[in-house]
């Protein structure tokens, strides 16, 4: 099993940027999907990004398509979200996530979980 620690959150107001990390113990990182999924008060938890174990391939919602990017270091066991123009609606707690799968935006895919950390965006 692996753990997950997310870091990064915070408020911005909107239009600007956050960097979110999520750092993982445990001896499967390097071979597994990474994502990230957010959740907004009210609504269900809503897939934003995944990248394969080699970092070659990547996939986004449409949403935040040109404004984020997922990236991962096998070295630090560490994967990040660059967020960039954020919107209020990006407002959530942001949870990254670990599969043994191939890419995929449907929560059942992943494993395990972080415990999430919250960014706000205010207008």
């Known amino acids: 099993q692996v753990q997950l620690v997310e870091s990064g959150g915070g408020l911005v107001q909107a239009g600007g940027s956050l960097r979110l990390s999520c750092a993982a113990s445990?001896?499967?990182?390097?071979?597994?999907?990474m994502g990230w999924f957010r959740q907004a008060p009210g609504k269900e938890r809503e897939f934003v990004a995944a990248i394969t174990w080699s970092g070659g391939s990547t996939y986004y919602v449409g949403s935040v398509k040109g404004r984020f990017t997922i990236s991962r270091d096998n070295a630090k066991n560490t994967v990040y979200l660059q967020m960039n123009s954020l919107k209020p609606e990006d407002t959530a707690v942001y949870y990254c996530?670990?599969?043994?799968?191939?890419?995929?935006?449907?929560?059942?895919?992943?494993?395990?979980w972080g415990q999430g950390t919250q960014v706000t965006v205010s207008s």
């Open positions: 996530a670990q599969s043994g799968r191939v890419l995929s935006s449907n929560p059942i895919a992943y494993d395990d």
């Open positions: 445990g001896r499967t990182f390097r071979t597994n999907t």
